[in-house]
């Protein structure tokens, strides 16, 4: 049985990049934004993170900033994942140095793996380090996904504790969370399948919405944890829209847009990613408009 490292809302937190560089100033700016927002933990260096366009020197400090700045106000789940699995060891290591909460290790993309080469990747990792880790499942980005029983497995290792679900196999999860109970927690992984998730026993979500609205997809996961299914479903459709225009181009790119129509000032993405089209650009101003954020 293990203790989940979070419940509610975790933020996958944006990097902010200042001409060509990690902007720390406006990375503890949008931390303090979250913490006063009752976000309840920050995912640094994940997708939303654009870690797969950072060199290991800023990975390890950027993770390291993050820790030190929020102070042990919140949690701190590191995004350590990587296709190469002594580079996801390193990484582990390295946030493990720094204090780290927990860390999220992503399945090998590119190369992949079988079903047995995960087994074998995420056991190599949680064998040498100390920290729980939440494997994170996102077959739309990586061309691969769990399967149960490789869940079932997984959830042996007394170091594994989870996983960011952003499969949307309803009907895997619900076998998981049936089978493994708290050897295996979930988090949704898209913030549309939030509530679906949470009302058959997942923990929260690790969203990229709260980046914009933090007390609101708070809000949400606590009606949820609470069993108010009524308010929480409320939340869900106020920002469903909101939402589906914070993917309407390859994320992070819809979200560090709005972020910057709220004047946040959080820089471009990274090549190969910009800046959204213009039309696209439009139809998220107004999906904001519609909810009073502009």
């Not at 419940?7 to 990690?22: L, N, Q, R, Y």
């Not at 992949?112 to 077959?139: F, S, W």
């Not at 909101?242 to 000032?265: S, Y």
């Amino acid at each position: 049985m293990n203790t989940p490292v979070f419940v509610g809302s975790g933020t996958a937190i944006v990097t902010p990049f200042s001409e060509g560089k990690v902007d720390y100033k406006k990375l503890a700016e949008l931390i303090d934004f979250q913490i006063a927002g009752g976000t309840d933990a920050i995912i640094i260096c994940g997708t939303t993170g654009e870690s797969s366009t950072m060199s290991l020197e800023e990975h390890t400090a950027t993770v390291d900033f993050c820790i030190k700045h929020v102070n042990s106000r919140v949690k701190v789940v590191a995004g350590t994942g990587s296709n190469d699995t002594l580079c996801a060891l390193f990484l582990s290591q390295e946030a493990e140095k720094s204090g780290a909460d927990a860390l999220m290790l992503v399945t090998p993309y590119y190369n992949k793996a079988t079903q047995r080469g995960l087994i074998k990747h995420y056991e190599y990792v949680a064998d040498r380090v100390n920290l729980p880790i939440i494997m994170y499942n996102v077959p739309s980005r990586t061309g691969m996904t769990f399967t149960f029983d490789t869940y079932k497995e997984l959830s042996k290792h007394p170091n594994i504790h989870g996983v960011k679900e952003a499969s949307s196999n309803y009907k895997m999860i619900a076998m998981t969370i049936d089978a493994c109970g708290d050897d295996l927690y979930i988090w949704s992984g898209n913030d549309e399948d939030t509530v679906p998730l949470m009302a058959i026993g997942a923990k929260g979500v690790i969203s990229v919405m709260s980046n914009v609205i933090p007390a609101e997809v708070a809000a949400m996961t606590k009606a949820c944890l609470d069993g108010d299914f009524k308010l929480g479903a409320e939340l869900y459709l106020k920002y469903i829209d909101f939402n589906d225009k914070l993917f309407i181009e390859v994320n992070p790119m819809p979200v560090k847009a709005a972020l910057n129509l709220m004047g946040m000032d959080v820089g471009e993405p990274r090549m190969p990613l910009c800046d959204l089209e213009p039309g696209n650009l439009e139809k998220l101003r107004k999906s904001m408009e519609a909810i009073g954020l502009l």
